[in-house]
C-alpha cells in the first residue's frame, strides 16, 4: 500500500508541477526592483530622448531643466537627443528595442508605451516608484521639490496607466481649439456662440465660399478661401464618434469603427469638401497660414499651436505681407451636444525604460520626476497652450499671474495662446483619452485616413456613397491590420460558452487531475471495504 | 453576312478597349503634366490622374513604408511624395533608375508632387539631371518653371543669421535655430545674390548629418562665397533643399 500512496504523491506532484509551470509570470529575473538607496558614489549618463514644437524657447527650458537637474545630482550627466515628431521617437525606439539601446527616458504617447510593452521587461513600471516613500513622488530622499501624487492632475495621472500599471508620467497636456477669425464670421453675418456646434461650422463654413463674378471669393476678395481646415483628422473622427456615440474601440482593443455613424460622418465631410468648404492640413497645408493669410476662418490645431495663430502670433510661417489683419478668437471644438461638451486630451508623457542596473533606473527616474516641478512645468507651459501637469504648478502664485495678464503682449502673453490654455483648464473634466492597447496607434492613424481618403474621393471626382465607403472600409481594414488586432482582441470580448475548445495542453492537465482523483478515491473506497470485512 | 457583322463588331470592341487601355495609361510629357489644371472650372480643387516616365535623381528617406524621392527627365522634373514601397524596394531605386509612375497629381504650399503614387522600373540607360543655372532667376517669377528640378546658385555671399541668443551665425539648426550638433536637424542658412538674400536648406531626410553638404554647411562662415547645387521645392515659396556647397570658382 505505501508503493500506491507513493506513487499518488509523485503523480500529485507532477501535476502541481505542471499546473506551476503553465502560470508563469510575464516578468523575468531582469525586471526593475527599486534598490534600497540611490548609489550617489556612481557616475550615471541618462539618455533622454525630447520632442520640442521646433521651439527654440522649449529647446531652452529642456537645456536649463537639465542643467539644474545636473547641479543636483552632480553624478548623473543627462544627454538630450531633440525631435520635432513624435513618430519618429517611436519609430527610433521599436529599432533600439531590438538591440537593447533604448534612451532611459523619453517623451512618448501612451500609444506608443503600448507597442514598447510588448518586448519583454522593456518598459519599468511606475507603480512602485510613485509610491516609494523616498524617492516617489513628493519622496523624502529627493533633492527638489517635487509634486506628490495627490498634485499630479488626477486625469492626467491616469491617461498613464496601461495595462492596469503606470507606465509614464504626464509631462505636458493640451486639446484643440478652434482658432477663429471673428471679423470674416461677423462680416457673413453671423455671431460666434460660446461653444460651436457642427452644424454652425458647416453652415457658416458653406457661406464663405460664395464667389463674385471676377472669381474672387466675396469674404476675402482672394483667389483662395478654405473656410474650415482641420489640422489632425486623427482627432477629428475620433471626437465626432465620441460625441455622436459612435463606437471606436472596446477598451481592450475590438475595433468598432467601421459603422454607419462613422458612415454618415464621412458623408458629411464629403458633402463639405464637395462645396469647397473644407479641407484638412494633409491636402493643403498648415491651417494657421490660410488662417493668417485671410484665407480661412475655422483653423482648427492643437492649444499647443497657438502662438502661430491669428495677426499679431508671435511665431508665423508666411510671409508678412500677405498676413491679413483680423480679430481671433479661441472656441473649443464644435460639439453634437453643447450642453455636455467632449473634447480629446492630448499632449507628451514621460517613460523610462528598463535597464540591467537598477541603480540607472533609478537616476532615470528621478530625473523624469524632476521635469514635473514647477520650473519646468510652468516654463514650457508659457511657451505654448499647453496646461502643467500638476496642481502644484497651476496652483502657484507665478503661474496664475501669467493667465491673468492675457493680452499684455504678443509675446509671452499673447492673448491667443493663454486662452487656448484657459480653455483646457476649464475643460478639463470634458476631456477624454481612447483606449491604449497594442495596435491604438495604428487605429489612430486609421480614422484620420477614413476623412483624408473621403476628402481626396471628392477632389478625384469620385461619388463618395455607400459603395465607395464599404470599399474604404476594406482599405483601411486591411491596410492598417485592423483585422488582425481586432481578431486579437475580439476573444476576450467573447463569453465564456463562446471560447472555443480548450487548448490540448488544458486538456491534458485536466485529465491527470481527474485521473489522480479517481486513483485517490479508488484508494479511499478500497481502504473503506477492508476496514468493514475486517470488523 | 452575319458572319461578317459579327467580326466586325468584335474587332470594333476589341479596338475600343485597346485605345481605352491606352488612353488610361498613356504617358504625359512634363508639358502636358504642367498644363494639366488643379482646379475645375468653377474653381473647386481637384487631382488629376497622372501617367509619366522618368528617372530617379535623388531619395528624401524612406519612412513608414513609404519614400519621397525626386525624379526628373529630359523635359522636366516630378516630385514624388510619400510613395508606397518596402525598404527592399526603396533601396533597389538608385539614382539614375528609369521608373513609369501612375498616380495623382497634387498641390501643397505650392509644390506639385504626385502622390499615391505606384511604380514599375523600365529597362534603360540611366540618366542624370545636368543642374540647371538658376542664379539670374532668383526672385522672378520664372524661377517656378524649375520647380523640382536639379538647379545650382553661383557666386553667392553667406550672410549672417541671429541664433537663439541673438548672435550672428552662419547657419542655424532648424529653422529657429532650435536645433543642436548631434539631432540630424534641418539646417537653414541666407545667401545674398544681387543685394537680395534667400534661405536655402540643407533637409536632413535628403542629406543627413554626416554627409558631405552637412559638414560643408556646419564650416560656412558669414562672408563666404559659394556655389550650391540642389533641387527646387516649394514652400508656399522656393525653398530649395541644397546637396552640394563648394567655395565659389
Redesign the interface.
Known amino acids: 500500500m505505501k508503493n500506491v500512496i507513493r506513487y499518488l504523491a509523485l503523480a500529485l506532484l507532477l501535476v502541481l508541477c505542471l499546473t506551476l509551470t503553465g502560470c508563469h509570470g510575464s516578468q523575468d529575473s531582469s525586471a526593475f526592483v527599486i534598490p534600497q538607496t540611490f548609489d550617489t558614489g556612481r557616475n550615471y549618463e541618462v539618455t533622454f530622448w525630447a520632442k520640442n514644437d521646433t521651439n527654440k524657447t522649449q529647446t531652452a527650458v529642456y537645456e536649463k531643466a537639465i542643467a539644474d537637474f545636473q547641479a543636483l545630482y552632480p553624478n548623473i550627466k543627462v544627454n538630450m537627443r531633440l525631435y520635432s515628431d513624435y513618430s519618429r521617437i517611436y519609430n527610433d525606439v521599436i529599432t533600439n528595442i531590438a538591440t537593447n539601446t533604448t534612451p532611459n527616458v523619453c517623451i512618448t504617447y501612451p500609444d506608443h508605451i503600448a507597442t514598447y510593452l510588448t518586448g519583454n521587461n522593456v518598459m519599468a513600471p511606475l507603480d512602485d516608484l510613485f509610491s516609494d516613500p523616498r524617492y516617489g513622488l513628493g519622496g523624502s530622499e529627493l533633492k527638489f521639490d517635487g509634486p506628490t501624487r495627490a498634485e499630479v492632475v488626477p486625469q492626467f495621472l491616469d491617461e498613464c496607466i496601461i495595462n492596469g500599471h503606470y507606465y509614464a508620467l504626464p509631462y505636458m497636456r493640451s486639446t484643440e481649439a478652434c482658432y477663429i477669425n471673428k471679423t470674416y464670421v461677423e462680416k457673413l453675418g453671423y455671431t460666434v456662440p460660446d461653444v460651436l456646434t457642427w452644424d454652425w461650422i458647416w453652415e457658416v463654413a458653406d457661406a464663405a465660399t460664395a464667389k463674385g463674378e471676377d472669381g474672387n471669393y466675396l469674404i476675402n476678395g482672394q483667389k483662395v478661401m478654405i473656410p474650415f481646415i482641420y489640422k489632425s483628422t486623427d482627432n477629428m473622427m475620433i471626437q465626432l464618434l465620441r460625441q455622436s456615440g459612435g463606437g471606436y474601440s472596446t477598451e481592450n482593443g475590438k475595433i468598432q469603427i467601421f459603422n454607419d455613424v462613422t458612415r454618415e460622418h464621412l458623408k458629411t465631410v464629403a458633402a463639405h469638401v464637395k462645396t469647397g468648404a473644407f479641407s484638412t492640413f494633409k491636402i493643403s497645408s498648415y491651417p494657421g497660414n490660410f488662417l493668417n493669410a485671410g484665407q480661412c476662418i475655422f483653423a482648427i490645431d492643437s492649444t499647443a499651436g497657438a502662438t502661430w495663430m491669428g495677426t499679431d502670433a508671435p511665431l508665423m510661417d508666411i510671409a508678412a505681407d500677405k498676413v491679413v489683419p483680423f480679430e481671433t478668437v479661441v472656441r473649443p471644438i464644435p460639439q453634437i451636444d453643447p450642453a455636455h461638451p467632449q473634447m480629446i486630451s492630448q499632449g507628451p508623457s514621460i517613460c523610462v525604460f528598463n535597464k540591467k542596473d537598477p541603480q540607472e533606473v533609478l537616476a532615470s527616474w528621478l530625473f523624469a520626476q524632476f521635469l514635473i516641478t514647477n520650473e519646468v512645468q510652468i516654463s514650457y507651459a508659457e511657451t505654448e497652450g499647453y496646461s502643467p501637469v500638476t496642481l502644484k504648478a497651476q496652483q502657484t502664485p507665478e503661474y496664475q499671474d501669467y493667465l491673468a495678464r492675457s493680452g499684455e503682449d504678443n509675446n509671452e502673453h499673447y492673448y491667443v495662446k493663454i486662452d487656448a490654455t484657459k480653455l483646457l483648464i476649464d475643460h478639463t473634466a470634458d476631456t477624454f483619452v481612447t483606449p491604449v492597447f497594442n495596435g491604438s496607434a495604428s487605429l489612430r492613424d486609421a480614422a484620420g485616413q477614413l476623412i483624408e481618403e473621403v476628402a481626396k474621393g471628392v477632389r478625384r471626382r469620385k461619388t463618395v456613397d455607400d459603395a465607395f465607403i464599404t470599399s474604404l472600409y476594406d482599405q483601411i481594414n486591411s491596410l492598417y491590420r485592423l483585422d488582425q488586432i481586432g481578431a486579437a482582441a475580439g476573444e476576450g470580448d467573447k463569453d465564456a460558452s463562446d471560447m472555443g475548445p480548450l487548448p490540448g495542453t488544458a486538456v491534458t492537465l485536466l485529465a491527470a487531475l481527474v485521473a489522480v482523483w479517481l486513483l485517490m478515491g479508488l484508494y479511499v473506497l478500497k481502504n473503506a471495504l477492508k476496514k468493514r470485512k475486517s470488523s | 453576312m452575319k458572319k461578317l457583322i459579327a467580326i466586325a463588331l468584335m474587332l470594333a470592341v476589341f479596338a475600343s478597349c485597346a485605345a481605352l487601355a491606352e488612353e488610361e495609361a498613356k504617358v504625359l510629357t512634363h508639358a502636358e503634366f504642367i498644363a494639366l489644371p488643379l482646379e475645375d472650372e468653377a474653381?473647386?480643387?481637384?487631382?488629376?490622374?497622372v501617367t509619366v516616365e522618368t528617372y530617379v535623381q535623388a531619395k528624401q528617406g524612406w519612412?513608414?513604408n513609404k519614400a519621397r524621392i525626386y525624379t526628373q527627365a529630359e523635359d522636366g522634373a516630378y516630385f514624388l511624395y510619400d510613395m508606397p514601397l518596402s525598404q527592399e524596394e526603396y533601396d533597389a531605386l538608385v539614382p539614375g533608375t528609369k521608373i513609369r509612375v501612375h498616380g495623382?497629381k497634387?498641390q501643397?504650399?505650392g509644390e506639385v508632387e504626385i502622390i499615391?503614387a505606384t511604380y514599375e522600373i523600365l529597362e534603360a540607360e540611366p540618366f542624370f539631371a545636368e543642374a540647371f543655372d538658376a542664379t539670374a532667376l532668383l526672385g522672378t517669377d520664372e524661377l517656378i518653371d524649375h520647380q523640382n528640378e536639379l538647379v545650382s546658385f553661383k557666386g553667392g555671399k553667406v550672410v549672417a543669421k541671429k541664433d537663439?541668443n541673438g548672435n550672428d551665425a552662419a547657419f542655424l539648426y532648424?529653422?529657429?535655430?532650435?536645433?543642436?550638433a548631434?539631432?540630424n536637424?534641418d539646417l537653414y542658412f541666407d545667401v545674398e545674390f544681387n543685394g537680395a538674400t534667400y534661405t536655402f536648406t540643407v533637409e536632413s531626410y535628403l542629406c543627413a548629418e554626416g554627409t558631405d553638404v552637412y559638414k560643408a554647411v556646419e564650416a560656412l562662415k558669414v562672408g563666404d562665397v559659394i556655389d550650391m547645387e540642389g533641387f527646387l521645392y516649394w514652400y508656399?515659396?522656393a525653398n530649395p533643399h541644397i546637396t552640394s556647397v563648394k567655395a565659389a570658382e
Open positions: 474653381g473647386q480643387a481637384i487631382e488629376q490622374e519612412w513608414d495623382y497634387s501643397w504650399s499615391d537663439v532648424n529653422w529657429d535655430g532650435s536645433g543642436a548631434g539631432n536637424n508656399d515659396g
